[in-house]
């Protein structure tokens, strides 16, 4: 089984954690990262937190196969951090980094700091992402195959993802930022410089949509987004802090602007995604009473409303739900539903 994992919003839903989770759930043999170090995704495991940029949130999971996709973009000091801090989990002999995969210099991250339209205007994270995208679009980018560096890890993703689809295993691909961040169906030009909907995942992996079973759209139960851009509802700083709802972005530090819910946007994002079922997370920072249920009929009544609620509206399943930060703080309702394979 093939499943793709996408943030149905801006970003910071906690893709991480459901990766993480989906890895050990499903014993994943091999999982995909894609995108680039602009975004963080965050993994609570056995009372550790790590932030990962570019390595595979599957990482918990010590059978999986960690791969970084064709159509990433790969910072080579954020790469060799991520393997030094994940030593312990045996990470240098699980990575492979495609050979198509592009580098982002650090002449791409001076370039964006001191852009003003990028850092004041838009909000970039100043990671060098899109004028390395720029250069891979300009045909003058450096690949990861021309990396002295990297040699040991490079291999053909695509046809590592084939092979193990061939045997019969569970794959994961592991998209970023949110659906509304892409640069062709977000809210332009406050966006990413890349699709981050499920197909511009599965093309940066190398592989075709009748490969894919299912669908994971993650949302938040609230939303939030980083950098500047419209956010319908959005609250006041203090409201947000007031309600418990007030977080910082993985890379940035920056504080996470905050709305309510929003299923106008929720329906727009399961329709760009063909989103077959959901993940949804943080129903702890709504109603805390629900941190670390792992039984969906233990949640209090105003929660599961609101679970039906979403699923009446949107037509497909929540069978995901997030009720804390450590990766066992889940409930998984899939077998319920009938969603096993």
Not at 22 to 45: E, P, Q
Not at 84 to 103: A, M, P, T, Y
Not at 203 to 225: C, H, L, N
Request: glycine share 8%; proline share 4%.
């Amino acid at each position: 089984m093939l499943a793709v994992v996408v943030g149905g919003f801006f970003g910071d839903e906690g893709k991480g954690k459901i990766c993480a989770y989906l890895s050990l759930a499903d014993k994943v043999k091999v999982s995909v990262r894609t995108g680039s170090v602009n975004a963080g995704h965050t993994v609570v495991y056995k009372g550790r937190e790590y932030k990962l940029r570019i390595i595979p949130s599957a990482f918990v999971n010590k059978e999986a196969r960690l791969l970084i996709a064709p159509g990433a973009n790969l910072r080579l000091d954020v790469f060799f951090s991520e393997l030094k801090e994940l030593e312990c989990f045996n990470i240098k002999n699980r990575v492979g980094i495609d050979q198509h995969c592009s580098i982002i210099e650090r002449r791409h991250v001076e370039e964006e700091m001191a852009s003003e339209h990028l850092t004041k205007k838009i909000g970039s994270t100043r990671q060098g992402v899109g004028a390395a995208v720029r250069d891979r679009v300009m045909r003058v980018a450096r690949l990861a195959k021309d990396i002295e560096e990297l040699k040991e890890f490079i291999t053909d993703v695509p046809s590592e993802i084939q092979k193990a689809l061939s045997r019969g295993d569970n794959v994961l691909i592991e998209g970023t930022q949110g659906t509304f961040l892409s640069l062709y169906h977000g809210t332009y030009p406050y966006v990413t410089s890349r699709d981050t909907t499920a197909s511009g995942v599965c093309s940066e992996a190398g592989i075709g949509p009748k490969d894919v079973d299912e669908v994971v759209i993650v949302f938040k139960s609230y939303v939030t987004r980083v950098g500047a851009g419209p956010l319908e509802g959005e609250l006041p700083l203090e409201e947000a802090r007031r309600r418990g709802l007030l977080e910082y972005g993985t890379v940035t530090g920056r504080p996470r602007r905050v709305a309510p819910f929003n299923f106008e946007l929720a329906k727009r994002a399961v329709l760009l995604n063909s989103a077959t079922q959901i993940a949804l997370t943080r129903v702890d920072s709504l109603e805390p009473s629900c941190r670390g249920i792992r039984e969906y009929s233990k949640l209090p009544k105003s929660i599961k409303e609101f679970i039906e609620k979403i699923e009446d509206y949107l037509k497909i399943p929540v069978s995901i739900i997030s009720t804390g930060p450590e990766v066992e703080h889940t409930i998984d309702r899939r077998k319920d539903l009938g969603l096993l394979r």
